[in-house]
């Protein structure tokens, strides 16, 4: 039974429909991603902000990635783009990676050209968004941003919503 799995995975037909046969470029993607892992991974370790539940999201955020890859794949099909639609979604995808890996790594405080730290900087605040109500309750219930809370005792903590 294996043998048939491998053999339809194999198959030109499968490759088309869901990747365009092309794997080049899926392995830069992935190489990438691994980078961006493992980077982001590190980031957080230095920072000692490393959770689990957020890492978990950002392995499904990767997962999604490969989902919409197919899915621009099968649009391409269909309007008889020639692969160009899936080209540019990969190419997207991949200079995302790259600058998440240089952001991590600037982060960590490898050497960075100045003026790509500048842009990164820029693309940086432009997307910022204020944070989320359970971002500031989780800031607000730890000793590091509530130094009333150093000593174990309680604390009350005001909770302000936006709309």
């Known amino acids: ?51 689990s539940r957020k890492g978990l999201f950002g392995y499904g955020r990767k997962i999604l990635i490969f989902v919409i890859i197919v899915v621009s794949n099968v649009i391409d099909q269909i309007l008889a783009l020639n692969g160009g639609l899936i080209m540019v979604t990969i190419l997207f995808y991949i200079a995302n990676e790259a600058l998440s890996v240089v952001e991590n790594c600037a982060a960590m405080g490898v050497l960075v050209p100045k003026q790509l730290a500048e842009r ?29 809370l150093e000593d174990n005792e309680t604390s009350e903590i005001n909770i302000k919503m936006r709309k």
Not at 41 to 47: F, G, L, S, V
Not at 120 to 136: D, F, H
């Open 1 to 51: 039974m294996e043998d048939v799995k491998v053999k339809i995975i194999q198959s030109e037909e499968f490759k088309t429909f869901f990747y365009a046969g092309d794997l080049k470029m899926l392995y830069v993607l992935i190489l990438l991603m691994v980078l961006d892992i493992l980077t982001g991974t590190a980031k957080a370790i230095k920072d000692r902000r490393l959770w």
């Open 120 to 148: 990164l900087a820029v693309i940086k605040n432009e997307g910022s968004q204020p944070p989320s109500i359970t971002t500031e309750i989780k800031e607000e219930m730890t000793t590091k941003y509530n130094k009333e």
